[in-house]
């Protein structure tokens, strides 16, 4: 499998053959994901983005686009702000007319970024595949699960328990809320149920 400094520089080379500008997107990319504090929003999660999207990759028109959104979707990212998702839309929109991408793309790249806040069903289904990568922790065995618990009470770790609890179930029970936690067929089939098993045990747990 490709690491993600590949993917990333020959998804842009695609666009410029500035070897130079490219260089530069990715240390910035990788110096934003490795930010102290980062526990689970970090280029491990890129990569187990990447490796369930290789898996569908045959049903995504532009793999290319998908490609830069989960590079740009967590670039910006502070737990105690409401705005990342914004924020890293604009951080991605910025590099990207840097590449010459087409207008079209770099705005379908900056709704997917955006999407990735809501997590609602989208028409455009490239943006559902991202939306399901990037919540696909969620239904990976037990074990996985819990460890990203943790991972993620670290990055609220400012939050005291009385704080973080009732926000967290609050989260927790949007999902279960949902019709469809995942909205395309390859990933409900895969990680729905165990999505629901996990996220029931982890309110109990709360």
Known sequence: ??????????????????????????????????????????????????????????????????????????????STSKSNEEKSAEFGKLRLQKLNLDQDSVEQISDQ??????????????????????????????????????KIRKEYSIYPDLLYKPGRKKVLKHFLELEDIFKTEDFREKYEVQARENIQLEIDHL
Not at 30 to 38: I, L, V
Not at 49 to 64: A, G, H, P, Q, R
Request: glycine letters at 2%; a negative charge; charged letters at 30%.
């Open 113 to 150: 970024i955006i999407a990735t806040k809501s997590h609602r069903n989208s028409e455009d289904n490239d943006t559902n595949y991202l939306l399901d990568a990037d919540l696909s922790i969620l239904g990976k065995d037990w074990k996985t699960y819990l460890d990203y618990t943790k």
């Open 1 to 78: 499998m490709m690491n993600l400094k590949e993917r990333f520089l020959q998804n842009c080379f695609q666009f410029t053959q500035d070897r130079n500008l490219i260089e530069n997107l990715w240390s910035e990319i990788e110096k934003k994901y490795s930010e102290k504090g980062r526990h689970y929003h970090n280029l491990e999660h890129l990569e187990n983005m990447f490796t369930e999207l290789d898996f569908v990759k045959d049903k995504i028109s532009s793999f290319s686009n998908v490609s830069f959104s989960v590079f740009y979707h967590d670039v910006i990212y502070d």
